[in-house]
Every structure is written in C-alpha cells, then in structure tokens.
C-alpha cells in the first residue's frame, strides 16, 4: 500500500486556531452558525500503479462542538479503469480511509478528484489529484494449446498474442522451454506487435513419441508471462507399394489363426453345458486343436486278456464330436500323451521297445476309430460317431518337458507315424510341439532337437513325413514379468522361428516345411493341485489376467504381425474355453473375452485358408528409433488393402497389466494410391467383451491419422 501520514484532528483544531486559516489549501469550511463541518486530505497528489496495490488516503473531519451526526464520505471525478472505495467513519467518528486502485489496462494519466464530506446537515469538500503511473505489464495466450507434430518433420504451430500496458512499446520475444532432445521450436516474434507464432519442428534425428508440456514464456525486457502448451509428437508409419519379399513366405503372409481345446478330466463337459459351437464357429477357425490329456485318454487300462472295459472315448467326445462339425471339420488330434500305464509316477512316458509298441497300438487304434471304421475289443465295436475323419495328426506333446531326449523323440516319431499311414494313408502330420522358450543367451529350446532330427534320414534325422512342425510359444512363466519385457520378448520368439527355418532348409526334403505355433498365449503358468505354481513350485500361483486384459489387445496382434512376417504360417490360441489367464470364453459361462475379439477380428481381418496363395506383404517403414508401434499391411487377392497398426507402449517399464501408453500415430498411404470405401476395428480397453467392436465406415485419405489411449490395435480394409 502507498500509505499517507495522517494528522491528528487536535493538533489541527490547534493549528486552525493559532494560524486562522486552513490546514488544507484544497479543502473549504463551511462557517454557519451551529453545525459546521471542514474536510482535509493527507495528500493533495496520489500516485496508482495499475494492477498494484490501493492507494490510501486518510480523510479528516473537523466538526463544531457537540455535533455527533454521522459522516459520510463520497468521490467524484474517478475515471475509467480506476476505482475509488472508502472505509467510512465510524459512528460519532472524524476520520475515513479513500482507496484507490487501477486495473492494468488502465490509462496513464493525471484526474482531478473531489472527495466530500456530509453528515447530513453541514457538508465539506477538498480536493485532490490521482496519477495513474504508466507501468509494463505482459499477458501471453496461446491460440492452439494442444499442439501436434510428426517424427517426419512435419510441424505443428500456435499463434499467440500478447497484451501490454498502454503506452509500452518495447519489443516482445518469445521463447520456449521444457523441450525434448530431437523437438525444435521456431519463432515469428511479436516485436513491437501483438501477434506472433511458434512452431514445433522434429529433428532429423526425432523426439520420441509422446505429449510434452511446454512453457512459452514473452518478454520485453522487464515484463515477463508464460503460458503451457502440450506438444504430441506422433509416429509416421510409411506403406510402399511394393512387396516386401524378404518376409513371410517370398513375401506372402500366409499365417491362419486358431484354437485348441484340451479334453480332461476338468473341462470335458463344456460343451454339455453350452452345446452351441456358434462362438466358435466364427472365429473361422482352422485345424482346432485337440489336446487330450488326464481323464481324457480313452486307452484306460491294458488288461490279459483285453477287455471292451479297457477303452471308452466317452469323455474324449464329449469334446471332439462337436469340433468335428466346426468350421474346415478337420481338426489337429494331438497324441499329447501315451496312455497312463505307460508313464512313471512323473506322468512322463517310459520309453521302451514294448512301451513303444503299445503306444503305436493306440494311434492306430485312435485312426481306425476316427477315419476307418473302428476298431473292435473281443465282441465290442469301438467307432466314431461322426463321418468326418481326422486328417490331421501331431506326435506327442512338447518332449523336452516330458522326459524324451531328441533321439528317443526321433525313434518315437519315426515308429509312429509310418504305423499309422498304415491304417489310413491320407493322414498329415505335425511334428516336435516343443514347448519353447529362448533363454537369455539367445538360444531357444529347438537347438537341442533341430540339429538331430534334420540329419540324413538314414544317419539319424526324421525319415517319416512331417507336413508340419510346431512349437509352443509363451511369453512368460512368472506373473511378475512386466508388460515391457514381454512386448520385447516378440523378437525372440521370432529368431526362433527364423532358426527352425534355416534348419529345415539343410534338407531339401524338409525345407519349406510350414512352421506352425499351436501354443500361444501370455503366461504359460498353472497351478498345481497344492496350489502352488506349476512353473516355481515353492510360490503360490498368481493368475496373470493379461490372457483377456487389455494388454492382450496389444500382445496378440503383435505376436500375429510379427511372427507372420518371419514366416510362422499359423498361431493358435492355447484354449477356447478357460480362465482369464487363457481362455477366448470363460469356461463357466462361456461368456467371451477380449481374446475372442482379438482372435476374432485377427482371422477376418487377415484371412487365409492354409492352402492358397496368401496376401502380399508391403514394404512398411516407421520413424521410431526403438518401435512401440507395429503396422502390417497386405495386398489382398482382391486387391483390397488389410491393414493393422498395434500400440504397444507400456507407460512404465515397472508396468504389469498396466493400461499402456499414449500414442498418435499418422499412417502415410500415399503411395498405395486411393480408395473408395473402408472400415476400422478398434481393440483396446474400451471394448466391451461381451458385444465386441463395432466395424465402423470411415472415409479414406492419403493418410490415416490415429490416436491410441493406451495398448490396442486398429484394424483396417482399405477397398479400391
């Protein structure tokens, strides 16, 4: 405050009464018999400085002898942008206090004021001048404060205006402050003006994607303001119109999806509760899986003589039977295990000349029952229900965690399969299932059976047929992995498959043999009937919900884009029905899940039926230095485009199960010249599991501009 000395209302009844005269030129007295009353100010010349704080002047009243009536003070003369406020005197009381205060915008300059004085019967004046002080005040606002840039270097800008005390002129420069390495802001100053620009340019070598708060911040020298803006820089992901040979299969992506089902003795009865394989059914699936294991066997017992008791498929078909009647009707019969007899307490097959034997016993008898006409056990007859055979064959479940070395795999797979084109010669198989992981030194599991089993058919290698060969792939045992390091961890799963490839090919006969995933799901973990995991027996199992979580959104397209493109030619998902560590439907209620709609819209969009040529992979190029975001593109036989990108940005490195990161991503499809129609899937924590995405008409441009809250993929057909 700009504070006045007061004067004592004696020592001025003093003064007037030994000079005669005022104490203030400016102030008059009304000399009337009885009630008279003279007012005077501490200051004759008061500065304001506008946007600061009041300024104060003490009003005095003298009054005649005896008068008590209240005073009441007013001002006249205040000019525009000024504002005048009194603390008037208290009752019976002399003295008030004028406040003066100016906004910023207020114009400089010099105002006569007169301040009265009445109470009611006498009345006084005196007057005094108020100077309002030129002063340099900024304000700074930006006219877009949600700014977007491109790694391309493609910019993004904002206006601003500022605003200045009159009368100040001085030259206003902006600057900016908060930036990251690789963003480049550039400047039309306001100067003397009150307009300007800033825009945000990516380096050559560009910022990484995300949004960043920037501070602008004007100055003239003395006056400063900022304001905040929010810089997005976003990821250009570029499509030639060429073919991209070096991936895929000479540059076709010929990768079908799937699923599985693993008959036992927990799940055989889901589809007695929910008979209807419609779900199923659309989700296109080829060559189902089926898995039988525990309780699902349908060899029970080997008893002296044989008896009919010895075998029932009962529980077996409760789960076959329907799967035969879905989709292609030729699904995957894995031999996952021998019969329990002959298995060590372990559950692990004891490998012997008979052992063998009785296992090449029991797939035969399994194709006689499915593809031939049955088999018989003394009088019983034992025979498929359904007229659809099963063609296809898969020998054995994952031998390296089942106790079989790769020469006892070899000899068993060797035996088998020549015993069962036996039975039935139009039978295909799929070989190895090795349940594989790629350790930290970069070697994967098929380095201990590959080598082996690609030797010379007579110096120890596979001399049977194997149309396929397959592999499991988990991204994790441990619930505890974070999201990152199984996003990362993609790239391993495809040097292994790239590593199956080149092994393959050291032998004409086998090279080009389709790789297959027939496991793929996020945790491979379960718990044991103790409880405790499967995976680290001395903690008790987590289940990992990242198996229909929003993270799943994101995992599996991921896995499907970059498998494909090293050459995987299928991907399954574990099991149809499950809990939300695997399944595609809840095995309670058969309610779906994300997974379904992940795997759902994986095969529709990018649809391939196992046999023909498949869709061509284009060249794609992206501008992150270290992607979080994948693009897989495909020229389609009808000459319609496929098209998915994929936001796979944890938002920490700590993150799990996290809801993942922001993303703004600019697909360039210039070069694939124009399109008349098209549609777009959104998968992502928005979706509802229950009803799915809904496939929405966008109009197509030259360029396809997304923004992602979090994990999830976009999914596009692009029609000529």
Same mark, same amino acid.
């Given at each position: 405050?700009?504070?006045?000395?007061?004067?004592?209302?004696?020592?001025?009844?003093?003064?007037?009464?030994?000079?005669?005269?005022?104490?203030?030129? &400016?102030?008059?007295?009304?000399?009337?018999?009885?009630?008279?009353?003279? +007012?005077?100010?501490?200051?004759?010349?008061?500065? #304001? #400085?506008?946007?600061?704080?009041?300024?104060?002047?003490?009003? &005095?009243?003298?009054?005649?002898?005896?008068?008590?009536?209240?005073?009441?003070?007013?001002?006249?003369?205040?000019?525009?942008?000024?504002?005048?406020?009194?603390?008037?005197?208290?009752?019976?009381?002399?003295?008030?206090?004028?406040?003066?205060?100016?906004?910023?915008?207020?114009?400089?300059?010099? %105002?006569?004021?007169?301040?009265?004085?009445?109470?009611?019967?006498?009345? &006084?004046?005196?007057?005094?001048?108020?100077?309002?002080?030129?002063?340099?005040?900024?304000?700074?606002?930006?006219?877009?404060?949600?700014?977007? #840039?491109?790694?391309?270097?493609?910019?993004?800008?904002?206006?601003?205006?500022?605003?200045? &005390? #009159?009368?100040?002129?001085?030259?206003?420069?902006?600057?900016?402050?908060?930036?990251?390495?690789?963003?480049?802001?550039?400047?039309?100053?306001?100067?003397?003006?009150?307009?300007?620009?800033?825009?945000?340019?990516?380096?050559?070598?560009?910022?990484?994607?995300?949004?960043?708060?920037?501070?602008?911040?004007?100055?003239?020298?003395?006056?400063?303001?900022?304001?905040?803006?929010?810089?997005?820089?976003?990821?250009?992901?570029?499509?030639?119109?060429?073919?991209?040979?070096?991936?895929?299969?000479?540059?076709?992506?010929?990768?079908?999806?799937?699923?599985?089902?693993?008959?036992?003795?927990?799940?055989?009865?889901?589809?007695?509760?929910?008979?209807?394989?419609?779900?199923?059914?659309?989700?296109?699936?080829?060559?189902?899986?089926?898995?039988?294991?525990?309780?699902?066997?349908?060899?029970?017992?080997?008893?002296?003589?044989?008896?009919?008791?010895?075998?029932?498929?009962?529980?077996?078909?409760?789960?076959?039977?329907?799967?035969?009647?879905?989709?292609?009707?030729?699904?995957? %019969?894995?031999?996952?295990?021998?019969?329990?007899?002959?298995?060590?307490?372990?559950?692990? *097959?004891?490998?012997?000349?008979?052992?063998?034997?009785?296992?090449?016993?029991?797939?035969?008898?399994?194709?006689?029952?499915?593809?031939?006409?049955? %088999? @018989?056990?003394?009088?019983?007859?034992?025979?498929?229900?359904?007229?659809?055979?099963?063609?296809?064959?898969?020998?054995?479940?994952?031998?390296?965690? @089942?106790?079989?070395?790769?020469?006892?795999?070899?000899?068993?797979?060797?035996?088998?399969?020549?015993?069962?084109?036996?039975?039935?010669?139009? +039978?295909?198989?799929?070989?190895?299932?090795?349940?594989?992981?790629?350790?930290?030194?970069?070697?994967?599991?098929?380095?201990?059976?590959?080598?082996?089993?690609?030797?010379?058919?007579?110096?120890?290698?596979?001399?049977?047929?194997?149309?396929?060969?397959?592999?499991?792939?988990?991204?994790?045992?441990?619930?505890?992995?974070?999201?990152?390091?199984? %996003?990362?961890?993609?790239?391993?799963?495809?040097?292994?498959?790239?590593?199956?490839?080149?092994?393959?090919?050291?032998?004409?006969?086998?090279?080009?043999?389709?790789?297959?995933?027939?496991?793929?799901?996020?945790?491979?973990?379960?718990?044991?009937?103790?409880?405790?995991?499967?995976?680290?027996?001395?903690?008790?199992?987590?289940?990992?919900?990242?198996?229909?979580?929003?993270?799943?959104?994101?995992?599996?397209?991921?896995?499907?884009?970059?498998?494909?493109?090293?050459?995987?030619?299928?991907?399954?998902?574990?099991?149809?029905?499950?809990?939300?560590?695997?399944?595609?439907?809840?095995?309670?209620?058969?309610?779906?899940?994300?997974?379904?709609?992940?795997?759902?819209?994986?095969?529709?969009?990018?649809?391939?039926?196992?046999?023909?040529?498949?869709?061509?992979?284009?060249?794609?190029?992206?501008?992150?230095?270290?992607?979080?975001?994948?693009?897989?593109?495909?020229?389609?036989?009808? @000459?319609?485009?496929?098209?998915?990108?994929?936001?796979?940005?944890?938002?920490?490195?700590?993150?799990?199960?996290?809801?993942?990161?922001?993303?703004?991503? *600019?697909?360039?499809?210039?070069?694939?010249?124009?399109?008349?129609?098209?549609?777009?899937?959104? +998968?992502?924590?928005?979706?509802?599991?229950?009803?799915?995405?809904?496939?929405?008409?966008?109009?197509?441009?030259?360029?396809?501009?997304?923004? *992602? @809250?979090?994990?999830?993929?976009?999914?596009?057909?692009?029609?000529?």
């Amino acid at each position: 405050m700009i504070l006045r000395r007061c004067l004592s209302a004696s020592i001025l009844a003093l003064a007037l009464a030994v000079s005669g005269c005022a104490a203030n030129p &400016s102030s008059s007295t009304l000399n009337l018999p009885g009630d008279t009353l003279s +007012l005077y100010l501490d200051g004759a010349i008061v500065p #304001v #400085v506008p946007g600061g704080a009041p300024s104060t002047v003490v009003c &005095s009243s003298l009054r005649s002898t005896g008068s008590t009536a209240p005073i009441t003070l007013s001002v006249t003369g205040v000019p525009a942008g000024m504002t005048a406020t009194f603390t008037q005197p208290p009752a019976n009381g002399n003295f008030g206090t004028l406040l003066l205060t100016a906004v910023n915008t207020a114009a400089p300059g010099t %105002f006569p004021l007169t301040v009265t004085a009445t109470d009611g019967t006498a009345t &006084s004046t005196a007057k005094l001048t108020a100077t309002i002080i030129p002063t340099d005040a900024i304000t700074l606002a930006a006219a877009t404060p949600a700014i977007t #840039v491109r790694q391309d270097g493609t910019p993004g800008s904002t206006a601003v205006t500022v605003s200045r &005390s #009159v009368g100040y002129t001085n030259p206003i420069t902006i600057t900016a402050t908060g930036m990251p390495t690789g963003l480049t802001p550039t400047y039309t100053q306001p100067a003397a003006g009150t307009t300007g620009t800033v825009t945000f340019t990516t380096a050559s070598t560009p910022a990484a994607p995300g949004t960043y708060n920037i501070t602008l911040t004007a100055s003239d020298g003395a006056a400063t303001a900022t304001t905040t803006v929010a810089v997005t820089v976003g990821v250009v992901l570029t499509v030639a119109n060429a073919n991209d040979t070096t991936l895929g299969i000479s540059g076709q992506l010929r990768e079908f999806m799937s699923t599985g089902f693993q008959p036992s003795t927990y799940n055989n009865g889901f589809f007695k509760s929910f008979a209807s394989t419609t779900d199923l059914a659309a989700l296109n699936p080829l060559h189902i899986r089926l898995q039988p294991v525990f309780g699902a066997i349908p060899w029970v017992a080997n008893s002296l003589p044989a008896a009919a008791s010895d075998w029932s498929f009962t529980g077996l078909d409760q789960t076959v039977q329907p799967v035969l009647a879905v989709g292609d009707k030729s699904p995957i %019969f894995q031999i996952a295990k021998a019969p329990l007899f002959l298995d060590d307490a372990s559950g692990h *097959f004891i490998d012997n000349p008979t052992n063998l034997a009785l296992l090449t016993t029991y797939a035969q008898n399994l194709v006689r029952y499915y593809n031939t006409g049955g %088999f @018989n056990v003394g009088s019983t007859h034992f025979q498929s229900a359904s007229s659809q055979h099963i063609t296809w064959w898969a020998i054995f479940n994952e031998p390296n965690l @089942n106790n079989l070395t790769a020469t006892q795999y070899i000899q068993l797979y060797n035996t088998l399969v020549p015993a069962m084109l036996a039975v039935d010669p139009t +039978l295909k198989f799929v070989g190895l299932e090795l349940s594989d992981y790629v350790s930290s030194t970069g070697v994967g599991q098929a380095a201990s059976f590959l080598p082996q089993m690609v030797l010379p058919a007579n110096a120890g290698g596979i001399n049977a047929p194997m149309n396929a060969i397959a592999t499991h792939f988990y991204g994790t045992c441990v619930q505890s992995a974070t999201d990152a390091s199984l %996003f990362t961890g993609a790239a391993k799963l495809v040097s292994e498959v790239k590593y199956i490839e080149a092994q393959l090919a050291t032998r004409s006969d086998l090279a080009g043999t389709p790789v297959w995933v027939t496991e793929n799901n996020v945790n491979s973990d379960y718990a044991l009937t103790t409880g405790f995991s499967s995976c680290t027996p001395t903690i008790q199992y987590v289940l990992d919900p990242r198996g229909t979580s929003t993270f799943f959104t994101a995992y599996r397209p991921l896995l499907f884009s970059q498998l494909g493109k090293a050459g995987a030619q299928s991907l399954y998902h574990f099991l149809y029905e499950g809990s939300q560590a695997y399944g595609e439907v809840n095995s309670g209620s058969a309610a779906k899940t994300l997974a379904y709609w992940t795997d759902y819209w994986l095969a529709h969009t990018f649809p391939w039926d196992g046999v023909s040529a498949g869709a061509l992979l284009y060249k794609t190029s992206t501008t992150e230095a270290t992607p979080t975001v994948d693009i897989l593109a495909v020229h389609n036989l009808d @000459n319609s485009v496929s098209l998915m990108v994929t936001n796979y940005a944890a938002a920490s490195t700590a993150d799990d199960n996290g809801a993942g990161n922001t993303r703004t991503v *600019f697909v360039n499809l210039t070069a694939l010249g124009t399109f008349s129609s098209a549609t777009e899937v959104d +998968l992502n924590g928005a979706t509802s599991p229950t009803a799915g995405p809904t496939a929405a008409t966008i109009t197509p441009g030259s360029t396809l501009s997304l923004t *992602f @809250n979090g994990y999830g993929s976009s999914m596009f057909l692009l029609k000529p």
